[in-house]
Nanobody
Framework: QVQLVESGGGSVQAGGSLTLSCADA??????MGWFRQAPGKEREGVAA???????TYANSVKGRFTISRDNAKNTLLLQMNSLKPEDTATYYC?????????????????WGQGTQVTVSS
């Protein structure tokens, strides 16, 4: 049974930083990703990482967000800097055994419950 548990969300002012964590019970072989969903909008991919540490990012977060994983601790991280009000959303981590480096939510089979990030101007 795969269990993903996000933490680290909160409220910050624009320009601030947050680090999200995803404690997962999946093997380091899994492909992982961070997604977000704002009210009234579709879920969108933010960043993804494969078992070898290769990464991909949405254009909207490139240069500001960094995805990483600590395989020894089975933890996925998302370092978010220079936050903007438009980054406000519920953030989810996701995992899949096969489909790596995808920012399409439909490619992931396992999901956490989400953590709220609110950025005020």
């Amino acid at each position: 049974q795969v269990q993903l548990v996000e933490s680290g969300g909160g409220s910050v002012q624009a320009g601030g930083s947050l680090t999200l964590s995803c404690a997962d019970a999946v093997s380091s072989m899994y492909c992982m990703g961070w997604f977000r969903q704002a009210p009234g909008k579709e879920r969108e991919g933010v960043a993804a990482i494969d078992s070898g540490g290769r990464t991909t990012y949405a254009n909207s977060v490139k240069g500001r967000f960094t995805i990483s994983r600590d395989n020894a601790k089975n933890t996925l991280l998302l370092q978010m800097n220079s936050l903007k009000p438009e980054d406000t959303a519920t953030y989810y981590c996701a995992a899949d055994r096969v489909r790596c480096l995808s920012l399409w939510p439909g490619n992931y089979n396992y999901w956490g419950q989400g953590t709220q990030v609110t950025v005020s101007s």
